[in-house]
């Protein structure tokens, strides 16, 4: 069995059977941060930026770091918490990336067999059953509707996290209930842990709440797969959500919605949740795209050298000419590629880059294959330097 935060195997069979008990009987009540997931929340915002980019060959854990960090904009990071029973050393092959920073996440975790969900501030990538038992525990029963029910992100009660490498789980427990002494009521959460190390980890503006199911939540023994068939509720804000809801019937054949206020509350199994997530995390958010005046105007290169959108891009041994091709195709271009080039065009070519432009991301590829790129009418010409 692959256990991705160097757990040791000598764990004693009375402990881990007693840390079992106390998180089904501490940890049953579900968070209390439960307000809609929105696209005017912060987070779903930095979920809908656009991102795209190469990672095949990589690790699950540098894919999955790629996605989610910022290296330029440490504010624009997301939280995500991996299934420890994954292993994050294997390779990854997801293919192209994008179009938004969760889009990115979900097609990383699919390569690697399995599901994101999205829960308060804190993307959850693991095996589906063991998504599908966090979601349970943290949504199940919760009244959406109650007055007064707010999220705590940003408030008093959220906190940032850092632990450094070959952390134990205890040692995390404890980090989580020294930054929140004092403001935490109903802590039930188990008193010890199995022995494991961690790696660096780092969750910004988190609810202590929060924090503390996630950290018990990677102990929570077999799982029964029945339990991806129940339902829970949670209600979502989005425009056009109400478009994608029958899709999710294929999914879900019995789930129920209520709408109330511009908010779609979705009753439904597991699946559907991830789906209508998947579905509407997957658009760019329009706010975060600058698009010249006329983006009609001008020729294929002027197009591209106008847009400012910016990406991160993590290619290693990948053919140039394939690379242009699905990088200028994010802004609906095509490329001629000259056949006299055959030979550059089929170079392999490795880049690590952050916060850059297609252009420059472009110029980067054909300085390292010996290309050219000129306009063609409404596609790009890519040519061999003389």
Partial sequence: MYHPLRFQPLVCTVVVTAISVLHLAGLSKPIAAADPLSQTDDFAQRLREPHTGFVDGQSLRLAIAIASQQQTQPNRHINTWLDRKVNPDRLVSPGGLGPTRYASLCKVASSAGCVC????????IGRASWVAELSHRLY????????GRRSRRGGAESMDLHWPDLTTP??????VRGHSAGRQSGDHAPTA??????????LRDISPQLALHLIAGQFLGELPDDRIDVPFARAYQFVGAASVI??????DPNLQIKVSGGQIRLLAIPAAHQAFCRQMLSIPDQEQVPVPANPAAGTALDRLKANQRTFSLEVVDKPAGPLIQALVGQLGLQCQLDPAANPQLEKRVS???VD??????VRLITDQASLKIDAAGDKLRISAKN
């Fill in 246 to 251: 029958e899709g999710l019937r294929e999914t």
């Fill in 351 to 353: 880049l690590s880059v």
């Fill in 356 to 361: 850059q432009t297609l252009w420059q991301l």
């Fill in 140 to 147: 199940s029963d919760v009244d959406d509707d109650a007055p």
């Fill in 170 to 175: 205890d040692e995390a427990l404890q980090l």
């Fill in 117 to 124: 969900y999205p829960v308060d501030n804190c993307v959850l």
């Fill in 193 to 202: 842990l199995p022995h494991d190390l961690w790696p660096e980890t780092t």
